[in-house]
Structures are given as structure tokens and as C-alpha cells.
């Protein structure tokens, strides 16, 4: 039997399918085991619940907006498109390269904190590791996305399971004995004097829950990518908000940040070590690492699905838009590309020798996390802009919701780059360095728009405007070959 396959396979995700593609994305092990533990030593700050319930606020703000231009503008590459329709066809391919370099920048960064994990527990060096777990993201990157589904909900629902446990610990067997709600009050982060460190840090544990919308021309509905946009923020804050209570719980609120702070202590998984036996330890160490690739998988989908659709519409050469498949509808060549991106990138700081955690994870996770707040709050202003021009009413969802998540969001942009020196000791320089390289993607977005205008510009006008139901739709079981 032969397909031909028009498209990206449309109505294979369901709620549940994007949600864990949302979810893997931001990695909550990872979370848990690396932010909430920086957080807890780098600010010296116990009430960290409180500032993952804010920013879950502020994002489900940002959500009421870019949900609303979804519904209107469907195109898998999200930010692009919603920013070409709003702002005109040069904001859309500026915004375009400010996603590829953020999307690619979190990949390698993860590349690159697998990789010392790896290392420190069996050996090794790092980048041997990181270019091995390289190979299986490539191999399972150009397979069905319902396969990658499938390798995804196997890994959460385990890495969920082990973190259920060290919160089941923290809460209902507390140090000393008495479980502190000291933690929960916002009073204690307001007054702590490292509100801009946290929100830093934090800002960076939701990253991927936009990607939700990169996945809309292959969903069941548009119901679904609602259900599961919310659905992500909601779980994700109050997860990593029980969580972090339950962790400082576990060791005492008057010890987790000393404790935090010692390399050797190992958290969590000293925790789950001594309450449940070394071997469902040595579990949660394994499920850091499957965590982390479940992220990578979720990244590399998504690099993959801007560069088909940007070659789509002849933003990239044409050849750029290929798919394949068994079923069709996989987009190879974008995945092919992102992975020589992620292999030179990798290659780069291998050469350079420089530290896989410090350097690697820490610049590039940050450049990540300062671009995809900077497309957050242009596209939240984008979505008043769109409905404005079209003379429809605003009201809550089109006006009000976005004018209050650009605003909170760029307190948070703003937060980040000044406090970037609870973040690395070298903020002096990357304070400056990071948004720089933002604002360079961007200017070369701009540059290359104002080309393919003078070169060619009826592909010019289209951009954004890609035609992906017409692509997307399967063919008719009376045209297959049987």
C-alpha cells in the first residue's frame, strides 16, 4: 500500500498527547533536581512556591491571548506566523529567528547538562555522552510523531511517579516532625530581598509550554491545544509549587538552602535514597536522564516544524519543507538540519573545552529563556494589534489578558537580566551578551525579510499565510493504491 502524504499529519494529537509534549519539554526532573536546588542555594530564598504559583499566573495570562490568534492563525510555526499576521511579514521572519536560535539554544544547552550527568555517574567524558544521547534524538527525531508520543508519556508518567515520592516524603514525613507552611506564604518572598533571582531562575522551569501551539495544524481540534495549554501551566505550577515546599520540608526549612549549596548532598535523590532504599535513588538519578531526553525529543519537534514550515511558504528553500515518513507527514528534512545544528553547536563547546554545566547549560538556557519571553510580550502586543486592524472588539481575551501578561512579562525580562548575577558569575558580561544575540537574530531576521521582499515579493506577502489545512488534510481511502 502507497500514501501520499500532503502535510503534517493532521488529527493525530489529542489533549493529552500535546499536554505531554508541553510538560516533557519543561522537564520537571530536571527542574526539581537542578533549578529548585539553584534556587534554594544561589538566592538563599525558602519560599519558592509562591513565586512558580506568580509566573504560572502570568503565563496563563499570555495564554488567553496566544490561544486567541491560534484559533485564527494556524501554523506550526507559532511565533512566526502570529507575529507576520500582526506585526507585518518582517516582524514574522525577525521572530522567526529569534525562536530557531532559542529552541536551538535550550537543545544544546540540554545537550549539554545529559551529557555531565551521564558523565558523573558512570564515567566518562561529557561530551561523549552528550553526542551518544545525540544519536538516539536523531534516530527517534525523524520516526512518526505518534511514536515519539508514545516514548514521551512512558518517560513523564515515571519521572512524575519518582518526584510523587520525594513530595509524598517531604509532606507526610517532614523534618522534625512538623510540616512548616513557612514556605507557601508570598509574605516571605516579598520580603526576602531576591524576588529578582527567583523569578530568574523560575521563568526558565516553564519553558516549552508555548510549543503547545507548534503542534496545531496536527491536532484533533482546537479545543485540544486549549485544554492543553492550560492544562500544562495549571499542572506545572502547582507541581513545581508543591514540590519545592515538599523538597525544603524533607530537609527543614532551616537547612534546605545550606544543604542546597553542598555538591555532595545530592538532592533530591539523597532523599529518595535513604526513605525508599539506594536503588529507587539510583531510579530518580536514571529518570533525570530519560527526563532530559524526553526534552530534547520535544525540542527537536519543534525546531523541526519551524524549519518546515518557513520552507513551506519559501522563507527556506523549498527543499527544507520535505517529509517522509511510513505514514508521511513527519517532517524529515527540518529534523535532519536541527540535528547538524545541534552536533556543531555541541562540537563547539566540546572544542573549546568548556564546563558542560556552567558554561553550556547556564549561557545558553538563559539566552533561551530571555528569547522566548521577548516573543511572548511582542506577540502578546501582536494579538491586540491583529484583532484591532480587523475592527473586532477587544474585551478580555483580545485586549485585556495580553495588555497584563506584556506587562508582567516584561517586569519579568527586566527582573532576569538585572538579577542575571544570581544566575552566573560572569553577568557583568552576559547581561549585555545574552539579549544582545536576541537583538542579532532579530536584525537578521529583519535583514533577510527586507532581501526576500526585493527578491521575491509575492512569497513576501505570504509570509505567515500558509495554507496548512489544505496540506494537512490525509487522503481519502479511495486514493490509496491498494
Known amino acids: ?89 518582517g516582524a514574522g521572519i525577525a521572530g522567526a529567528a529569534v525562536s530557531l536560535l532559542s529552541y536551538s539554544s535550550v537543545q544544546v544547552a540540554l545537550y549539554g547538562l545529559i551529557g ?41 508518567m515515571a519521572e512524575i511517579a519518582v518526584i510523587l515520592l520525594v513530595d509524598y516524603t517531604g509532606l507526610l514525613n517532614p523534618a522534625g516532625g512538623q510540616l512548616d507552611a513557612t514556605p507557601l506564604l508570598p509574605s516571605s518572598l516579598l520580603t526576602s530581598g531576591s524576588l529578582g533571582g527567583v523569578l530568574a531562575f523560575g521563568i526558565a522551569s516553564f519553558i516549552g509550554i508555548e510549543s503547545i501551539a507548534v503542534y496545531r495544524e496536527e491536532a484533533v481540534s482546537y479545543r485540544s491545544v486549549k485544554l492543553a495549554m492550560y492544562g500544562t501551566i495549571g499542572f506545572l505550577g502547582l507541581f513545581y509549587a508543591i514540590s519545592s515546599w515538599a523538597l525544603a520540608s524533607a530537609i527543614g526549612t532551616d537547612k534546605i538552602v545550606d544543604t542546597a549549596r553542598d555538591p555532595s ?80 553547536g555541541l562540537a563547539i563547546f566540546a572544542v573549546a573545552g568548556a ?66 548575577d544570581s544566575i552566573t558569575a560572569d553577568a557583568a558580561t552576559l547581561r549585555w551578551v545574552l539579549p544582545g544575540l536576541v537583538l542579532v537574530a532579530a536584525a537578521v531576521g529583519a535583514l533577510a525579510a527586507q532581501r526576500l521582499r526585493a527578491r521575491s515579493p509575492v512569497v513576501y506577502a505570504g509570509v505567515g499565510r500558509g495554507e496548512p489545512l489544505a496540506l494537512a488534510v490525509p487522503e481519502p481511502l479511495a486514493d490509496l493504491e491498494l
Open 1 to 89: 500500500m502507497a500514501l501520499t502524504h500532503r502535510g503534517l499529519s493532521q488529527r493525530s494529537l489529542g489533549a493529552a498527547d500535546l499536554m505531554i509534549f508541553g510538560i516533557s519539554a519543561s522537564c520537571p526532573m530536571a527542574v526539581l533536581a537542578g533549578a529548585v536546588v539553584a534556587m534554594f542555594a544561589a538566592t538563599g530564598v525558602v519560599a519558592l512556591s509562591p513565586s512558580f504559583i506568580l509566573l504560572g499566573a502570568a503565563l496563563a495570562l499570555f495564554a488567553v491571548g496566544f490561544l486567541a490568534i491560534s484559533r485564527d492563525v494556524t501554523n506550526a510555526a507559532s511565533f512566526y506566523a502570529f507575529l507576520a499576521r500582526s506585526m507585518g511579514p
Open 355 to 420: 564546563d558542560p554545566i556552567a558554561v553550556l547549560f547556564t549561557w545558553l538556557s538563559e539566552l533561551a529563556a530571555l528569547g522566548i519571553l521577548i516573543l511572548m510580550i511582542f506577540t502578546s502586543i501582536g494579538v491586540i494589534r491583529y484583532y484591532w486592524l480587523r475592527d473586532e472588539r477587544l474585551g478580555f481575551e483580545r485586549g485585556v489578558a495580553p495588555v497584563c501578561s506584556a506587562i508582567a512579562l516584561t517586569a519579568v525580562l527586566v527582573i532576569s537580566i538585572v538579577n542575571m
Open 265 to 344: 548532598a545530592n538532592l533530591p535523590f539523597s532523599i529518595l535514597g535513604e526513605q525508599y532504599g539506594q536503588i529507587v535513588g539510583a531510579i530518580g538519578q536514571v529518570l533525570l536522564v530519560t527526563g532530559l531526553f524526553a526534552a530534547l525529543l520535544s525540542f527537536h519537534q519543534v525546531v523541526a516544524r519551524y524549519i518546515y514550515s518557513l520552507a513551506r511558504e519559501g522563507v527556506l528553500p523549498a527543499n527544507l519543507g520535505t517529509l517522509g515518513g511510513t505514514h508521511g507527514g513527519v517532517p524529515i528534512a527540518g529534523s535532519l538540519v536541527q540535528t547538524v545544528v545541534a552536533a556543531v
Open 116 to 156: 555531565a550527568t551521564l558523565a558523573g555517574t558512570y564515567g566518562g567524558t561529557w561530551w561523549v555522552w552528550a553526542f551518544a544521547v545525540w544519536l538516539a534524538v536523531a534516530v527517534i527525531g525523524v520516526l512518526h510523531i505518534a511514536v515519539n508520543t508514545r516514548v514521551l508519556g512512558v518517560i513523564l
